[in-house]
């Protein structure tokens, strides 16, 4: 299975700052990365597919990056209502495997 | 507006049997696979498998084959989850999900279900 490492896991910043999260695949994936939000008590929500194309609806300080093994999400301007957890998946091979997840608080 | 809802949060008791439900509307269900995705208390997200509504086409991660069933009916657009003999360690929230189309990730999700397996 394709290992996914994200970091950090916690993260606790204010509103206006820029805010990256950084997503390691044990072996190359090319660009075939998705991005979810998942808020508490409430299912994921698709951010970015494609390791980098926004999807649609998303506020557009919300931006990806990468290829290959490395990737990070990167939030322009936190607003406080970007808390939650964040989730990386592979979507190259079975099983398609998520990233440990990263919190993330508003200070 | 396309929508996945699922069955409500069950209470069962180990070696139990069960099957719980993702209803999907607004969207031709027999033409897009459905995922499951596990998420066992205050942990992440695991990808357990996934069906074609169409030709009921299923893919399991190896970790969940052989513990549970995937299946659906495109006739009433509703997948299917389902459990021969529960154990404790099933206690999750299961989340139903809809694949976009000609890709991997999942575009809809249902609002999960809570299931809870104690004696």
């Known amino acids: 299975d394709i290992q996914l490492t994200q970091s950090p896991s916690f993260l606790s910043a204010s509103v206006g700052d820029r805010v990256t999260i950084t997503c390691r695949a044990s072996?190359?994936?090319?660009?075939?990365l998705a991005w979810y939000q998942q808020k508490p008590g409430k299912a994921p929500n698709l951010l970015m597919y494609?390791?980098?194309t926004l999807q649609s609806g998303v506020p557009s300080r919300f931006s990806g990056s990468g290829s290959g093994t490395e990737f990070t999400l990167t939030i322009s301007s936190l607003q406080p209502e970007d808390f939650g957890t964040y989730y990386c998946?592979?979507?190259?091979?079975?099983?398609?495997?998520f990233g440990g997840g990263t919190k993330v608080e508003i200070k | 507006e396309v929508q996945l809802v699922q069955s409500a949060a069950e209470v069962q008791k180990p070696g139990e049997s069960l099957k719980i439900s993702c209803k999907g509307s607004?969207?031709?269900?027999?033409?897009?696979?459905i995922g499951w995705v596990r998420q066992m208390p205050g942990k992440g997200l695991e990808w357990m498998g996934i069906?074609?509504?169409?030709?009921?086409?299923?893919r399991y991660n190896p970790s969940f084959k052989g513990q549970v069933a995937i299946s659906a009916d495109k006739s009433i657009s509703t997948a299917y989850l389902q459990w021969p003999s529960l154990k404790a360690s099933d206690t999750a929230i299961y989340y139903c999900?809809?694949?976009?189309?000609?890709?991997?990730?999942?575009?809809?999700w249902g609002q999960g279900t809570l299931v809870t397996v104690s004696s």
């Open positions: 494609a390791a980098s």
């Open positions: 998946q592979q979507l190259t091979s079975y099983p398609l495997t």
């Open positions: 999900a809809r694949r976009a189309i000609s890709s991997e990730w999942f575009d809809f």
């Open positions: 072996q190359g994936i090319s660009s075939h």
């Open positions: 069906i074609y509504p169409g030709d009921s086409d299923t």
């Open positions: 607004g969207y031709s269900f027999g033409n897009y696979w």
